[in-house]
DNA sequence: ATATGTGCAAATTCTTTGCATTAGA
DNA sequence: TCTAATGCAAAGAATTTGCACATAT
């Protein structure tokens, strides 16, 4: 079930290596850990949680600490993208710079599904479509306000 | 997509008196603490973390445990209803059943502003035309799946 | 060589829980 | 009365920070 309607994705590898380019392109350094996250996060699809990539790593590449560290980097220059699911903890998934996309999330299973539409109503429609009962979504939006761009 | 434009905004004390019927109809008892913090939710728009409805409350009406219990009460009957920006802590504004709602959260100065609107991206065009920079917006679908649902 | 990244421990922040006490209905 | 609600203290969970040491470029 991926959800997808046609868009070509890259390969894990071509994902992973556009992923060094930019880290590189941004001065950051290439090391085991960014490799290893990169390494989940373009093989799997995610969203993972910090602790759920970190389990997903080879023993002992590095400690959780770094993981943060990692993800944190690589989520300003846009390597990844950082999710949240209202659960009280943040999951992040590999950012292919694809059509915005949204999750839908079982409630009990805690399952996720992608999908590529990106209309609030169409998706809790589709959702529905797809067999989901007790459909329900969060949506807000960011920005920076008049004020704060004139005060800068 | 809502079609109507005016809508009627019941009172500060409309609200209260009906979240206190929600209350009582629910076996839940009216205590100081709740009235407090109803009163700030209906006269201010909010959403409020709970740290922030503690402070806006008079010195000394409860513990912030409490303010925590009570919103959680309040949010399973749908007497408040908690928002989620993405920034690790949970928001609480007063439910007022009109038609769903979303909202416009500014990145520096954390302002918020209420949208009547539904759709993604005409939330964003709209959020562009009120003269925010830099929008963005997360969106994520909650439902119980198939499986969830055979399983119970 | 040197700035950047990492490990470990400890701190922070937000939220929840245990339990004895208080107070609505 | 008698069960739900509260206070206080403490636990939990997720994430961040300080600082000495290690390493990529």
Redesign the interface.
Known sequence: MDGHMGHEHESPETNFESALRLLRDNQHRITAPRRAILSVLTREHGPFTADEIHHRMEEGVCDLVTVYRCLSAMEEIAVVR?????DGS?RYEFNTGEHHH????????H?VET?DL????A??RM??QM???????????????????A?K
């Open positions: 950082r999710c949240d699911f209202g943040y949204h999750h839908i999330i079982c409630r009990v299973c399952g999908l990106c209309m609030a109503d998706l809790e959702a529905r067999g989901y009962a007790n459909v329900t979504h969060t949506l807000e939006i960011f920005g920076v306000c008049k004020k704060c761009q005060a």
